[in-house]
């Protein structure tokens, strides 16, 4: 893609399996070009970029660790020589590594806050500084229900989703004035390979709706953000995650 292109241009880190595909894809469907990061599926980042083309869409794949920050800023200066404006930015990447809190590795805390938070910083404050320029733009960070509530065994990925949450609505706060919008999809259960394992008929009990949710209606919101139609809306958390909380 030239700079010369008219569609708008997304990235979405996290961008090749689950909650991230379901992203990359709603927004393709309406009509951004989409930069889609991942850090070690070729194939499903691949697969992602096929069902983007096949609806229609287009895009690419761009493989480096979001928590990485000499990876992220080489990514980021090859985007920012390509493309004139970036137009929305996703953070959905991040990893889970669940044990009790007095039986977690340092390690698996590290590298849980790391994707989330670090992938965060590395991410958003370069775009940050383009969308500036160009005074308009939107971030959209995917937290989750853990954030919020907290769960047992999740210490580290609710800390980092709490922390994503407060970094999000600083940020909006910063730049409220800029014409740049920042704000946090925080999704419940999602029919994703984070919840294979899961009691799923015990946890539907949990959930006034009664059911899991699906990717689909978590890009949804996510497009509804980045759009022109969410554009008095900053610094929100918005649930989607069937009535619990």
């Known amino acids: 893609m030239s700079e010369e292109s008219n569609s708008r241009v997304a990235i979405v880190t996290g961008g090749s399996r689950g909650i991230g595909r379901a992203i990359a894809l709603e927004l393709a469907r309406t009509g951004y070009y989409v930069i889609i990061n991942y850090r ?96 308009k733009g939107s971030v959209v960070s995917i937290a989750s229900v853990a954030g919020m509530i907290g769960n047992k065994g999740q210490a ?33 259960l999602i029919e994703t390979d984070m919840i294979k394992d899961a009691p799923v008929e015990l946890i539907k009990n949990i959930i006034p709706m009664g059911r899991i949710g699906k990717p689909e209606e978590v890009a949804k919101v996510v497009r509804f953000l980045c759009s022109d139609d969410a554009s008095y809306i900053t610094g929100q958390v918005i649930s989607v995650n069937g009535g619990m909380i």
Not at 157 to 174: D, H, N, W
Request: neutral net charge; charged residues 25%; proline residues 2%.
């Open 40 to 135: 070690s599926n070729d194939q499903a980042a691949a697969d992602t970029l096929d069902q983007i083309k096949a609806q229609g869409g287009s895009g690419e794949i761009m493989k480096f660790d979001v928590a990485d920050s000499a990876e992220a800023e080489r990514a980021l200066d090859d985007i920012m020589k390509r493309f004139a404006a970036i137009d929305a930015l996703v953070n959905n990447a991040g990893i889970a590594a669940d044990n009790l809190f007095l039986m977690m590795p340092e390690a698996d805390w590290d590298a849980v806050i790391a994707t989330t938070l670090k992938g965060f910083y590395n991410m958003t404050k370069p775009v940050l500084k383009k969308m500036l320029r160009q005074k």
């Open 156 to 188: 580290n990925y609710s800390a980092a989703k709490a922390g994503l949450i407060g970094a999000s609505r600083s940020v909006a706060s910063e730049i409220a004035k800029k014409g740049i919008r920042v704000n946090v999809v925080a999704p419940g």
